[in-house]
């Protein structure tokens, strides 16, 4: 047997229903529909990113085509169960809205449904970020969701049902996916521990679990990522606090970085994946004004006393310490040390943050950079 690494995402999709964590009602009423031959022409199926719509959706696309279904539970054998496993079944489609928002790749694809699957019962497209369609698109589409082919099956994913246009919804079945729980994602971790023969300590997958923020597919990724970083060691709760610590002060460092630049859009980017992480704000902005402090020290000092930071950061700190004024530093360090408590008192704590973040990068003044630069090096 070939020991080729795989990521765990890949490794444990599940392949049927029944390993699907977490989201029952959704296979229940599925697989009813199988038992019941009820099988509608579009479903939607909505939720946040990583708690399995897709394989959802290619789940069910088995079970409807298997060679010995239709059946609750696809063989997993046949060829037509394999190749949709694969992603290169002819018959079923995956189609990322997001890259193909035009009228141009929905026309395609109303010239291809009218043609028969080639080897199953039924064409499936799974149109993946479906709210991501132009307005063109969506009419296109609704054309053919209106007198669609009897062998064709759309299911829509999308994180944003409400930018779906209600003539699109009304034709479809709607499916609500939840947030994974912390204790599903716990069990999730813990049953990819045993099958990979991991020792790993509750406490540590609990850590992992609530970085996860509701998405099992973030909590296999971190659990990925921290058993290559305690180098085959049992994962501890120090190990994994220590990793995502890591991870936190590069991207601190990354986002003072982006300010000194005036990236605004790269900061942006930042702040989004902060938003989305589900970081405690209050804690990101006291590591934030920490991070400034000890760049301002850096910058006033020259050296690494009084700054408590490692060899590592010392060098990128040093890095973004000249690339504006001192006066600059304590300008945002003062603005920052503020941001605190104005943050639990609002509503919108997010929005506070950005704020300042636009903020400080106005007061530094000068040109402010609205391009996707990656690294927010300057532009020749
Ligand atoms: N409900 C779930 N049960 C078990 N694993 C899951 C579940 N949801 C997501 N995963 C894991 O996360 C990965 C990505 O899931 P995916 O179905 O693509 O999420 P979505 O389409 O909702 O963004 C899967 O390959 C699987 O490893
Ligand atoms: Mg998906
Ligand atoms: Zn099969």
């Known amino acids: ?50 708690v399995g719509k897709t394989t959802t959706a290619r789940v069910f696309a088995k079970a409807l085509n298997c060679e010995k279904g239709p059946a609750v539970n696809p063989c997993n054998s046949c060829s037509i169960c394999r190749e949709i496993t694969q992603g290169n079944s002819m018959d079923v489609m995956e189609i990322d809205g ?27 497209y799974i149109i993946d970020e479906v ?45 609500r996916f939840k947030r994974a729980s912390l204790n599903t994602i716990t069990l999730n971790l813990r049953m990819i521990a045993e099958k990979e023969g991991i020792s790993a300590e509750e406490e540590a997958l609990y850590i992992i679990a609530r970085a996860a923020d509701g998405a099992l597919r973030d909590g296999q990724r971190i659990f990925d990522q921290a058993i290559t ?11 994994v606090g220590e990793m995502l610590g890591e991870i936190e ?9 982006f300010i000194v630049e005036k990236n605004l859009a790269g900061a942006i980017r930042i702040m989004e994946t902060i938003f989305e992480g589900g970081y405690d704000l209050k804690n990101f902005v006291r590591e934030f004004a920490e991070i400034f402090r000890n760049i301002l020290i850096i910058k006033t000092l020259e050296d690494r006393q009084g700054a408590d930071v490692s060899d590592e950061v010392f060098e990128k700190a040093k890095a973004i310490s000249k690339k504006t004024s001192r006066e600059n530093f304590l300008y945002i360090l ?18 506070v943050v950005e704020t300042f973040i ?20 300057k532009e020749p």
Do not use: W
């Open 131 to 175: 709210h991501m369609l132009t307005t063109e698109a969506f009419n296109a589409l609704l054309k053919t969701l209106e007198e669609p082919p009897k062998h064709v099956i759309f299911i829509f994913a999308t994180t944003d049902p409400q930018n779906i246009p209600q003539t699109i919804l009304s034709r479809c079945q709607h499916f």
């Open 249 to 257: 002060t590069e991207k601190l460092l990354q986002l003072a970085d």
């Open 229 to 239: 970083y305690s180098k085959g060691e049992t994962l501890t709760a120090g190990i």
């Open 334 to 351: 003062e603005k920052a040390v503020g941001l605190e408590q104005r943050i639990s008192r609002s509503y919108i704590p997010d929005i």
């Open 1 to 50: 047997m070939s020991k080729e690494y795989m990521v765990f995402t890949r490794k444990h999709r599940p392949q049927t229903f029944d390993d699907i964590m977490g989201q029952d009602q959704v296979s229940l009423t599925l697989k009813r529909a199988i038992e019941q031959g009820r099988i509608m022409q579009a479903y939607l199926f909505s939720g946040p990113r990583g």
């Open 358 to 377: 636009v903020n400080a990068i106005l007061f530094l003044g000068g040109e402010i950079k609205t391009g996707m630069s990656e690294t927010g090096k």
């Open 98 to 124: 997001a890259s193909n928002r035009g009228i141009d790749r929905i026309r395609e694809l109303r010239e291809q449904v009218a043609f028969a699957p080639s080897a199953s019962r039924y064409k499936v």
